[in-house]
């Protein structure tokens, strides 16, 4: 039987059985706590907390999942994976303890074909329940019933809320497969009794003490994994002998050249395929590498997986083709990945190219340190050394941990933080960032506790209402004068806070006594702003108004914000996901998942598209509806954003509709006019649009204009033939500069043979040196210079120099000395005491950063040390 075919019968049997088939949700979960899809109960986990109230009482799904907690145990055992299909069949409130152990067993023994006789079961020491369950309905032997303790069967949610009990069903794979020991039964740590699926019975609710009281309504969990199904149907040693893993592996030996049933290249084999579905499905959910959060977790997996095939004979990048195989086994199921298998297969490519590089550079000096590190017998690098490697070769340190594992080593961590630490210090100092100690938010909310407001600023733009609270920022007063900081709090509310990537409102709190100019919304009820005039007090009679021409410039950008995101989506593809933005009276930014730089006429495409919405006029309509409803009606919503069960939805016509709790437009046509300015990247993976609209685009537009028109009147021509003259005018100045280098170094020539006329009075050694201070060459002439010197001299030190901007570079020489000086050490050994840095050959270095007030030091150095040397 297929993993296909298991998959599916799993969803029939249950769909008969009145539940309700949800296809998997994304592996980026709606949950802050988490990074990842963990589990199949994740898109549950709201329902079980009891925060919503759910549409279906009987639910079964297929859920994708990833977990790297256990990523060093990958391809070393037989069913540690990172990805992995976890069939769940979930009850809410609805059958309990006995259909979920019928069905189960059922399902196991009567659709899939295992046979009664090898399976057992576990239930906890305490529930007895589930014991008489087994026994009396369904009809398992006692001596076939284990009794386990927490650490085995018992699920929480977290220290307090819904847990309970679980009991597992076990196959047993024969005597061959145990450890042979008489007491050996399911929870022994050998491979006999394998936990093929776990019943969660969450019945309990544990209080802060420890107690534990019944559910009002008690709920079903339950989880299989299919690749552990499939080995025991396909009756394979390991999971990697399924057809989840054995045509990954095929491939991987047609690209290697090697055989998979080596033994010592298992473990490589094994990682690689495991890996190679996980950042499939990772980058097919959007998620791109990055270096932080799931970004980073993906970038690791495809790095660790490209690695793994230097193991295997593979050298070159292999991940972009092998991926293929996965998405050709999985697309049935997922048809995402169908759809989006060029992009993934791009960013695949992309990021093992540029490791690539990096691996090659990394590994040779980190082979050194632990040739060192074992030649002297430790067991431990130095952070330091791993920082250096990190800092100098951009090696990672996870990469670089995983290495020193196989080698059984590792490196001092708190060492190597430490130097990471003092980098970031290095470089705050060098921006001159200072640290500001600064009442945080919290705090100040904690000084309104029990204070509420209402926030009317959807429709109106102005209110008459109280003034419930006041504060100076560290504690609650009464009153405030003129100049003073204030924080209020409203009634009710038209300014519309910082959230959700729009600026807040500014405006105006005037009473009958004074006025309070509006400078920054926190929240709802968090308003900041000074007195301008006058004194305001708590509980005055206050009227609200916000800046009606800053929320309109702030309106006119977020709904462009909106068409902008479809636009992209509509020429890009749908992998474009929002990463965040910003909108303001004086733009916006829009940051998207994308795997490349946009070009010229992509740009120009997505800013076509925006202009004609805009033109078209269309409708921005705001409705309310469930989030349930939402997502089935295919609205748009952040992954990484929380909403409520009741979510606002912005329409714009029928083209884009998106959960947003932001101000918005009446019609685009209100919009005016959008232009993209810049398209940037801000990470791997991740681009940037930075945009303008309405009179913002205008006022842009306008001085370009402007500069189009001063153009004109210096070139005293049309703007047709404009580009023309400026093309013309940049081959003038590239050739000027060519005739005005080659003056400049017939100079330097014709001065360094002068020099030699001089120092060839001397004995040998000669010491030829000269500074360029005016009219300076290129270094790469110098060393051209030292080329020709090299037919002139019979032996000599030659010392070259340029000054910029106050500090001197150049090269130094040796040529023909009896016996020759390792030039490299001697500059490092002179810069140490003078400032500066150089490198390269032992008998030609570059040189650099010698301030100018050095350079009689720097060359008497050089005599001195020479001299010493010969």
Known sequence: MTSSELRQKFLDFFEKRGHKILPSASLIPND???LLTIAGMVPFKPIFLNKIQPNFKRVVSVQKCVRVNDLGNVG??????????????????DYFKKEACLWGWEFLTQTIGFSPDRMWVSVHRKDQEAFEVWKNCVGVPPERIVFL?????????????????????????????GCGQSTCTPGCNCDRYLEVWNLVFMEFDRKADGTLEELPKKNIDTGMGLERLASVVQETDTDYETDLFFPIIQGLEKISGNDYLIPALKPPFRIIADHIRAIVFLIADGIYPSNEGRGYILRRLIRRAYRYGGKIGIHQPFLHELLFTVIDGMSNAYPELFMRKDIISKIVFQEESRFQGTLQSGEAFL????????????QQLSGKDIFMLYDTYGFPSDVAEDILQEEGLQFDKTEFENQMEQQKNRARKARGEKDRLIRSQKEVEELFTGVYSRFVGYNQSMVNTDMVALSDGEDRISQAETGQKVIVALKESPFYPEKGGQEFDTGWIESEQGRVQVEKVYSEFLIEGTVVSGQIKENDRVWAKIDTQRRRLIEIHHTTTHLLHRALREILGS?????????????????????????????????????????????????YSSLDEAQRAGVIALFEEKYQSLVRIVRV???????????????????????????SSIGSGLRRVEAVAGSVAYKYLQDYFHLGRDIKKIFGSDHYQILPAINNLIENNKHYKEELQRTFQSHARQAILDALQVAGSNNPPIYLTHLFVENPPEIDYLKEMVDELRTRLSQGIVVLGIKKDEAISGVLAEINLPQPIDLNRLVREITKKIGGGGGGRPSLVQF??????????????IKKMTNQIS
């Open 848 to 861: 650099g950063g010698i301030p100018f007030g050095s350079w009689e030091k720097f060359v008497e150095e």
């Open 149 to 177: 303790g927490d650490e085995d069967n018992f699920w929480a949610s977290g220290p307090i809320g819904p847990c309970g009990y679980c009991s597992e069903i076990y196959y047993d794979r024969g005597e061959a497969r």
């Open 32 to 34: 802050p706590t988490l």
């Open 367 to 378: 082979s050194q340190l632990i040739e060192q590190t074992k030649k002297n017998k430790k």
């Open 653 to 679: 016509g029928d083209y884009t509709a998106e959960l947003c709790g932001g101000t918005h437009l009446r019609r685009t046509s209100e919009a005016g006019l959008f232009k993209i300015i810049t398209e």
């Open 76 to 93: 070393h055992t037989a069913r540690h994976h990172t990805f992995f299909e976890m069939l769940g069949n979930f009850s809410f409130g």
């Open 575 to 623: 992998q474009v996901k929002q990463a965040g933005s910003w909108v303001g009276e004086s733009g916006l930014r829009f940051d998207f998942t994308h795997f490349s730089a946009l070009s010229e006429d992509e740009i120009d495409a997505v800013e076509e598209i925006v202009n004609q919405k805009i033109f078209e006029d269309l409708p921005v309509v705001i409705s």
